[in-house]
């Protein structure tokens, strides 16, 4: 058991499984969603369960200011501005990005809830040395004006931001024997990968019933998968887990990353289009939108059988629908509904 960890909780948990009937006739398996885009603050997402563990942390740390990292439309950092504007703290969010032409999507949430945005062209050196020395750069000077501040990783990614969805996967085995579902999967994106991981060793620790698959929304070379065991390591050396998987356990399909992090694809606007008109839920074209278009792919396939039991995580991150390349796109495909009298 691994959480006797302290946190902060501001979620609405736990949040709702729900059944979609319509696409489940269609698809001919019995799909479910998880609703972790409705977790409150911010517009909700994932990142919020990682948060309650980091705030509580930062505030023992005796922080002022939340400072973390990602790309420009970066829906971490717009829930570290959330929580930061919610707890009287100040939040600055760095970017080795370009700067997309225009204040939308996720940068205006951020300036919403008062956090600064940092952008800064990539010079084209190791990325993550750049946001070391932008961090240094940065921290610096919210230090010489008296600010404690708190770094967060990545995507919330490390052993604390990973026990938000080890806490989720105890919740899910409940709501799942609850509704009888033990023989399902869940299906969940796989990014800076803590919601993978976190619900990967809490099914495994507490002796979930629950399977698991991760569909890799951005390239999953060899590098990645040492990555992937090299994070399950430090969390198993970290709070001495008693498990020992192999590499082959850590089921994620590499088959769905299109044209890249954050690329449109039409594919993935069908899926999102499919989900709205079907069951009046809104996805987002970089992880969730991906996610459903490998569903969708995965059903044709047969990788997922007729009949079978399928969970599928919804992260959040609808905000990514009016960054402005995406946005074109669907306009493109969406104009000739709106009739203009
Ligand atoms: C909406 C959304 N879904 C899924 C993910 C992937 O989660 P993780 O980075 O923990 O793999 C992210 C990460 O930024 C996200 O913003």
Known sequence: MLLNHEKINFLHLPTPL???????????????IKRDDLTGIGMGGNKLRKLEYFLYDAKQKGATTLLTLGGAQTNHGRLTAAVAAKHGMKCVILCIDEYPGEVSANILLDRLMGAEVVLK??????????????????????????????????????????????????ELTKQ??????????????????????????????????????????????????????????????????????????????????????NKPNQKVREAIYKMARKEAIILDPCYT???????????????????????????????????????????????????IL
């Open 18 to 32: 729900e059944y979609l009937p319509t696409l489940s006739k269609e698809l001919q398996i019995e799909l479910y």
């Open 121 to 170: 062209k990539s010079d084209g050196r190791d990325v993550s040395l750049q946001y070391d020395e932008l961090t240094k750069e940065i921290s610096k000077r919210y230090e010489l004006e008296g600010e404690v501040v708190y770094p967060i990783p990545i995507g919330g990614s490390n052993e604390l931001g990973m026990l938000g969805y080890y806490e989720c996967a105890m």
């Open 176 to 261: 799942a024997e609850t509704l009888d579902l033990e023989n399902a999967r869940v299906i969940s994106t796989v990014g800076s990968m803590g919601t993978y991981m976190g619900l990967f060793c809490g099914l495994k620790n507490e002796n979930s019933p629950l399977a698991l698959t991760g569909i890799a929304i951005l390239p999953f070379e060899e590098e990645k998968e040492i990555h992937l065991m090299n994070y399950f390591k430090k969390i198993k050396d970290f709070y001495s887990l008693p498990l020992t998987p192999s590499a082959s356990d850590f089921d994620v399909e590499t088959d769905y990353i299109r044209e890249g992090y």
């Open 289 to 339: 939108g991906k996610t459903f278009a490998a569903i969708l792919d995965m059903v044709q396939q047969g990788k997922i059988k007729k009949g079978e039991t399928i969970i599928f995580l919804h992260t959040g991150g609808q905000p990514g629908i009016n960054t402005p390349f995406h946005r074109i796109e669907m306009e493109k495909e969406l104009i000739d509904g709106v009739t």
